[in-house]
């Protein structure tokens, strides 16, 4: 069984922290919609900002659930870094512990003390692989649910799978599990559900939200691409990671012809960042985004196709 935290969302979705572009303002959104909303920790500059950002959150959606207490909001998670290149991490997360933001997603690590800090208070721990023995390894380490970032997902992502990656983590792992790569219809998030997953993990359509801090340009390219623009590569950040193929020829590089990165040079601060702000990611799945929409708009579309997929099987 679900923990109650997730056992009642309108659908079963995920929305993926998006580096930069996520913002109490699409988190909120996202939540009043129905599905989680998300951001990373580091998406607050400077490091303080992240304690009102916490309070604006928490405070608007509680707002909203007095307000509509039939409905109320889907909770919402803070993605944390742990990589040591993060000087941030404990600061933060002692921010997600006075709030006690109900939902941590790890990313790049997996650390005890982080998710004791989370258990402590009742929160839950999400952590994200890309494959089988770095999830067995995230359960050792305590967390709670497994996010199984499969091929096509945007930004950094695997190589696997979805079939073959959650097949894996199912034959042993029962708890919470949302399958991330190309899922952007309401009838990709019946089938992850079909597959062994709980949720669907959205990101990349909801960069072309009007509540996204993204670069207008970076939004209309979403909507006139589709997979073939799709370039995964890790010279950007050390990681391999899936871009848009428009972004790299406008800083003058040519797609076809990327050498890979070093992986030694992982950063999270600094110059590293301009690789998200001028290099877009993006996952397979844009091809059903065809126009920047409310967030609101996008779930609501979301919800009818799920709807209409189960009955078509039904």
């Not at 989370?118 to 305590?142: C, M, Q, T």
């Not at 779930?299 to 997929?309: C, G, H, M, P, Q």
């Amino acid at each position: 069984m679900l923990p109650a935290v997730l056992r009642h969302l309108p659908l079963p979705v995920i929305a993926a922290p998006l580096f930069i572009i996520s913002t109490p303002q699409l988190v909120i959104a996202q939540c009043k919609a129905g599905v989680v909303g998300s951001m990373p920790a580091l998406n607050a500059r400077p490091a303080s900002q992240l304690d009102d950002w916490l309070a604006e959150i928490t405070e608007t959606l509680a707002d909203y659930n007095r307000a509509h207490p039939e409905s109320p909001a889907a909770p919402f998670a803070i993605n944390q870094i742990v990589h040591k290149s993060n000087d941030r991490l404990e600061q933060d997360m002692a921010m997600c512990v006075k709030y006690q933001v109900p939902l941590i997603i790890t990313s790049l690590g997996a650390r005890e003390d982080i998710n004791a800090a989370a258990h402590a208070y009742g929160g839950l721990v999400l952590h994200d692989v890309i494959n089988n023995r770095f999830a067995h390894k995230a359960v050792e380490k305590g967390a709670d649910g497994l996010i199984a970032v499969a091929a096509g997902a945007g930004g950094h992502a695997g190589v696997k799978s979805p079939f073959a990656l959650v097949q894996e983590i199912r034959q042993w792992f029962d708890g919470p599990l949302a399958l991330s790569g190309a899922i952007a219809t309401g009838g990709a998030v019946l089938a992850a559900q079909a597959m062994g997953a709980d949720f669907a993990y959205i990101g990349s359509a909801f960069i072309a939200t009007t509540e996204a801090r993204a670069a207008q340009e970076y939004k209309q390219c979403i909507v006139d691409s589709n997979s073939d623009d799709i370039v995964y590569s890790s010279l950007f950040t050390g990681v391999h990671g899936n871009y848009l193929a428009p972004s790299i020829r406008n800083a003058g590089m040519d797609p076809a012809q990327l050498a890979d990165g070093n992986p030694a040079a992982m950063d999270f601060s600094g110059d590293k960042t301009k690789a998200w702000k001028d290099i877009w990611g993006c996952g397979q799945g844009i091809g059903a985004v065809t126009s920047i929409d409310t967030t609101a708009a996008l779930v609501e579309r979301l919800k009818r196709e799920y709807a209409a997929a189960k009955a078509r099987i039904a």
